[in-house]
Nanobody
Framework: QVQVVESGGGLVQPGGSLRLSCAAS????????MGWYRQAPGKQRELVAA???????NYADSVKGRFTISRDNAKNTVYLQMNTLKPEDTAVYYCNVEFDYSGSYSMKVVDYWGQGTQVTVSS
């Protein structure tokens, strides 16, 4: 049973910080890219940050310089350190994990989504 569970969301004042965690568990062979997405009311889901198995990162322009994505492969966990939070960052944050079940003669890559964790930035 594959599980992707986010944690760390909550209410924070503008300028504050939060650290989100996403732990993957289950029948894991290997994990490729891990990423964070967010969706605010009335808006489409957007990529916040992503990190490949090799450590390459990608950030949305709106969070560059404020957010940092990292991963702990031993724990199958990805983190999102969010600093200098703004009200515009308010959204449900979703973790996406790309599982690789590929073998010598087959290719199978499946991505899973977490349930989401609410981040609210308000005074």
């Amino acid at each position: 049973q594959v599980q992707v569970v986010e944690s760390g969301g909550g209410l924070v004042q503008p300028g504050g910080s939060l650290r989100l965690s996403c732990a993957a568990s289950g029948s894991i062979f290997s994990i490729n890219t891990m990423g964070w997405y967010r969706q605010a009311p009335g808006k489409q889901r957007e990529l916040v940050a992503a990190i490949t198995s090799g450590g390459s990162t990608n950030y949305a322009d709106s969070v560059k310089g404020r957010f940092t994505i990292s991963r702990d492969n031993a724990k199958n966990t990805v983190y999102l350190q969010m600093n200098t939070l703004k009200p515009e960052d308010t959204a449900v944050y979703y973790c996406n994990v790309e599982f690789d079940y590929s073998g010598s003669y087959s290719m199978k890559v499946v991505d899973y989504w977490g349930q989401g964790t609410q981040v609210t930035v308000s005074s």
